[in-house]
């Protein structure tokens, strides 16, 4: 029984960090788009800040979790 927490936990874990990897390219291409625009839009801006907070949230589960991203990497 241990074991199958075991893996369960890790395969919860690489999804986790494969979201935060996701949604933080998603958080950087937002941004630089809304860098390089003249006149921002509010939808642009609340793009930018929606994909912020999801990552933040992410980040703050991953370390609830105690994940490092070194321990997972392929």
Known sequence: MGRKKRKQK???DEL???AIFSIEREWKQ??????QSIEPTFEGRSSEKIAQS???FLLREAK???ISAVRYSK
Do not use: F
Not at 30 to 35: E, F, H, Q, Y
């Open 30 to 35: 937002i941004k630089s788009l809304i860098n």
């Open 54 to 56: 999801k990552y933040l």
């Open 10 to 12: 890790r395969e919860v």
């Open 16 to 18: 986790l960090l494969e």
């Open 64 to 66: 609830h979790r105690k």
